[in-house]
């Protein structure tokens, strides 16, 4: 089929599927018409058979279009299952176990334990893997959180890509209450601590104030608990 463009809420969608073509008009009548959920059900029985075109489809959207950056609260692809949930509690405390043993403790194929996954990355589910390393053994031995007040909260978009060139910035938040930011910082030492605090960290512009929280002993680091149905 050639490619047709269709007209939604002000954005032109090239389309070069009929799928793709029932995914617009199913949004675009359902919308205004029909309680949200019921509109996402249309959607994934429409899709279930090529979730291809509607990744594509649906990423261009929530790229260009306010109503769909707004929905993406809402879960557009299939829910997560008991399978799935299965699978995420076992890997979630194990990264590193062979999908064999997952499929074994799941009483699944070991190909649809892959196949779980995968979808479960494509969805946005699992969104990243990856080794916890102890950072006092590599010679950061201070663990800090620091509230910052910003002179405005707007401010918070330019603040985090300076923040960002500070390596030893490893979480940051745009919080509610007394600071208007939280970010968690290691340091070599208190005197490492000092410099990137006054020598970096508040000469971020629109930065006011910092308050500095030294961590004294982590007691708790876990995995979110999975319920079940």
């Known amino acids: ?18 799928t793709c073509t ?18 996402f059900n249309a959607l994934m029985k429409i899709t279930k058979k090529n979730r291809k075109i509607f990744t594509e489809i649906y990423s261009n959207l929530k790229k260009n279009c306010y109503i769909c950056k707004y929905l993406l609260k809402f879960d557009l692809m299939e829910k997560v299952d008991t399978l799935d949930k299965k699978i995420l509690e076992i890997i979630m405390n194990n990264a590193r176990i062979p999908s064999k043993d997952v499929a074994q ?11 779980r996954i995968q979808r479960l990355i494509d969805d946005g589910v699992i969104i990243g893997s990856g080794y916890n390393v102890n ?14 007040t910003l002179e405005r909260g707007s401010m918070y978009r330019t603040v ?50 910092t308050e500095t929280l030294i961590s004294l002993e982590q007691s708790i680091s876990r995995t979110l608990p999975i319920y079940y149905e």
């Open 105 to 115: 403790v799941c009483g699944v194929s070991r190909a649809a334990v892959h196949q």
């Open 135 to 148: 950072p006092k053994l590599l010679g950061y031995s201070t663990c800090t959180f620091i509230g910052l």
């Open 160 to 209: 985090v890509p300076e923040l960002l060139k500070i390596k030893e910035v490893v979480e940051c938040h745009f919080t509610t209450g007394h600071y208007t930011m939280m970010i968690k910082v290691y340091a070599r030492d208190n005197e490492h601590l000092m410099s990137l605090v006054n020598d970096r960290i508040q000469h971020i512009e629109g930065v006011a104030a």
């Open 22 to 39: 029932l995914i617009i008009k199913c949004i675009t009548i359902n919308i205004y018409e029909a309680p949200i959920h019921l509109t």
């Open 1 to 18: 089929m050639s490619p047709q463009k269709q007209w939604f809420m002000g954005q032109t969608i090239t389309c070069t599927q009929l």
